[in-house]
């Protein structure tokens, strides 16, 4: 390909070439026939094609939201010496280069072996496809390019963020008697004992250590390991308004987190979870337990994607075929959603012991002039009205900000 | 070396050769053919009723020097804004008012070294543009640099073969100015951009070799390209090669022209076998 240049250089050549003649000029005669002798001459220099093998790899393939991955671009000249090759490496937008840089030019001896490394930080979740990478030889002037692609596609999976949860119980008042079940470290109300509280009214008399009242003249109450396993039904809306606000900070990525430290906290206490996802279509993963069930969840939550307006009566279906009174939990804003007042109704209707995080980010966006004032209070009104209706059927409804860590929130409406 | 140390050789080599490129242009179009020179001659003696040119005698090398000065101070006072604003102001005053005075016939200013300084100006204006081309990586000032040392020395005498050893050295010159200080300009941006590189010194340096290579080799093929003019004489019917169209630089013009016209031909040829011979891999 001929750059602005060269086109320039050869007008430039042929106009003194055929104008020098008529003022008799030997000067620009000679120096337009230089001009046009040095296209030439750079038509033969770094012009010819290339062959170029481009791999990648990274220090791990898996990553959590905010994580570094390292990464080498290795090139290897199988063919000719290329004097002047700039390789740029496509990386979706969402992936920002923190050290090094995807954007290289080097100087490639024959059969040399380049590395390129480079780190970057994966800031939202996601499936991602790195590549292909893009080569362009100039010729040392910028008289003539090449550009191609080189076939080299990898793939990164950004996990969301796990939020440790601890000391909060979120599980069933109803649970699952199997056989063998295990002793968890957790505040419950009966097995071994786990510690002392400070008594608050409403506490079992039974409960309060006189032991330690007799030395301390203080009340205080017992607590016990809790023996329980259940079944856990996480609900999560991925509507396309739940990606409202920009593409790092929106109420679904955070509904995206939420999910995933709810998953790890429940199925590192030996807890069956599943998850259900609703939006352009309902994807029901059934509950389960173990380290790979966990690895399932958290992969569809990084390939969760905004769309779709489907209701969140759309889950109840599935959710009949769920263990009775069993924890729901719904991670929604239950924005435009004229369903959602029948469906949470229907939810606790059917014994199920209902949970409601809605992610707030209004401030944000207000702050941020994503929305305007009145459309803040707008909302705000509306989200209030939702959470109480919520909380009037019996659920446990919470409206989230995201800044704040996810078990402190919790804690405060489970109290 | 490192790549600062090469961006500074070229820049420095850049100017060196902008230099020697219109002091040679001088050479061989003296001032008093120049139409650009005429033309201010003019304005200037209908302004002050006396012939300038004549009193300017070998005043371009004054004129490059003032030009040299010229350009570096402003590169130099372009550093800091706030200087370069007052200084910029405290000139255009002195220029208005040299004026002023003029019209007013006060004589307090030295009539002649102002006129003379501002011939010299003129004189050296491609370096003052070029300069800070090259200094300040400006693309247009470089583009006009070119141009105002192709244009401001034109005059409608020709040239000879006399003078063929000057309009070498003024064609080699202006080649080194025009792609030192484009190269300069491209590089210098990439350095920024690789700043964390260090194989791209080794770009570098494969530039620098390879225009030195290149210029030799153009030279060569230029050489060829007026050969060829002689071979077309053998080839062509005597008719043809004896006709005075054909010998004059008229004729040398259109065997450059059909030369290079070949060459296209030959290398769009072997590009396409090229691409050929990729599809069928």
Not at chain 1, 210 to 231: A, C, H, P, Y
Request: charge should be neutral.
């Amino acid at each position: 390909m001929w750059t602005r240049k060269a086109v320039v250089y050869v007008g430039l050549g042929t106009i003194l070439v055929l104008f020098a003649p008529f003022i008799n000029n030997l000067q620009l005669f000679l120096l337009g026939a230089t001009i046009l002798g040095f296209v030439a001459v750079h038509s033969l220099v770094n012009t010819r094609p290339i062959d170029v093998k481009i791999t990648r790899s990274f220090d791990s393939d898996q990553v959590f939201e905010n994580s570094d991955v390292s990464i080498d671009l290795i090139v290897q000249n199988k063919g000719r010496s290329v004097g002047f090759l700039e390789i740029y490496d496509n990386l979706p937008s969402e992936i920002e280069v923190n050290n090094g840089s995807n954007h290289t030019i080097i100087r490639l001896h024959k059969d040399e072996l380049v590395i390129n490394k480079y780190n970057v930080n994966c800031r939202l979740r996601g499936q991602y496809r790195l590549g292909n990478p893009r080569l362009r030889i100039y010729n040392p002037s910028f008289l003539f390019f090449y550009e191609s692609d080189i076939q080299s596609k990898s793939s990164l999976v950004v996990l969301p963020q796990i939020e440790q949860i601890e000391g909060v119980d979120l599980s069933t008042d109803f649970p699952k008697m199997y056989q063998g079940a295990l002793p968890l470290r957790r505040i419950g109300t009966t097995g071994e004992f786990y510690g002392i509280r400070e008594y608050f009214p409403g506490d079992d008399f039974k409960n309060i250590n006189w032991r330690v009242f007799g030395k301390t003249r203080k009340l205080m109450v017992n607590q016990f390991e809790r023996e329980d396993i259940s079944d856990l039904m996480l609900v999560l809306d991925a509507r396309e308004i739940s990606g409202t606000g920009t593409v790092l900070r929106n109420p679904l990525n955070y509904s995206c987190r939420a999910a995933a430290s709810l998953t790890s906290f429940f199925l590192r206490s030996r807890n069956r979870v599943g998850l259900t996802i609703y939006g352009e279509t309902v994807n029901v993963i059934p509950p389960d337990t173990g380290d790979r069930h966990l690895y399932r969840i958290l992969t569809a939550l990084a390939e969760v994607k905004a769309a779709g307006s489907l209701g969140l009566h759309t889950v109840l279906g599935d959710l009949r075929n769920f263990t009775p009174r069993s924890p729901v939990m719904v991670i929604s804003t239950l924005e435009n959603d004229a369903t959602c007042t029948t469906a949470l109704r229907e939810i606790t209707a059917r014994g199920f012991k209902l949970t409601v995080i809605a992610p707030d980010t209004l401030n944000y966006d207000r702050d941020s002039r994503i929305i305007s004032p009145t459309v803040y209070f707008t909302a705000s009104a509306s989200l209030d009205n939702k959470i109480t209706e919520a909380r009037s059927l019996g659920a446990r409804a919470m409206r989230w900000n995201p800044d704040t860590v996810l078990s402190t929130s919790l804690a405060e409406v489970i109290r | 070396m490192n790549t600062r140390n090469s961006l500074s050789l070229m820049q420095a080599i850049s100017t060196f050769s902008l230099i020697l490129a219109l002091g040679l242009a001088y050479v061989i179009n003296p001032v008093e053919d120049s139409l650009f020179f005429r033309a201010i001659d003019g304005i200037v003696s209908g302004l002050y009723g006396q012939d300038v040119l004549s009193e300017l005698n070998n005043s371009a090398l004054a004129g490059i020097l003032v030009g040299l000065f010229s350009g570096t101070m402003f590169v130099f006072l372009t550093i800091n804004k706030k200087v370069y604003n007052y200084t910029l102001i405290s000139f255009f005053t002195i220029i208005i008012l040299i004026f002023v005075a003029s019209f007013r016939s006060y004589d307090a200013f030295p009539y002649h070294i102002t006129q003379q300084l501002f011939i010299w100006f003129w004189l050296g204006l491609p370096i003052v543009v070029g300069i800070v081309g090259i200094w300040q990586d400006s693309i247009g000032n470089l583009i006009m640099a070119a141009f105002l040392v192709l244009v401001m020395p034109l005059g409608l005498s020709g040239n000879t073969n006399d003078e063929i050893y000057y309009i070498l050295g003024f064609v080699f010159s202006f080649m080194l100015f025009i792609e030192l200080s484009y190269g300069h300009t491209r590089y210098s941006r990439l350095a920024r951009v690789m700043y964390y590189s260090k194989e791209y010194e080794m770009v570098l340096q494969w530039f620098l070799v390879t225009l030195v290579v290149t210029l030799a080799l153009t030279i060569g093929l230029t050489s060829i390209a007026f050969l060829f003019h002689d071979f077309l004489s053998v080839l062509l019917p005597d008719n043809f090669s004896n006709s005075i169209e054909f010998n004059t630089i008229y004729g040398q013009a259109l065997s450059v022209l059909v030369f290079f016209m070949i060459w296209a031909v030959a290398q769009t040829l072997f590009s396409r076998g090229y691409l050929a011979r990729q599809v069928e891999d």
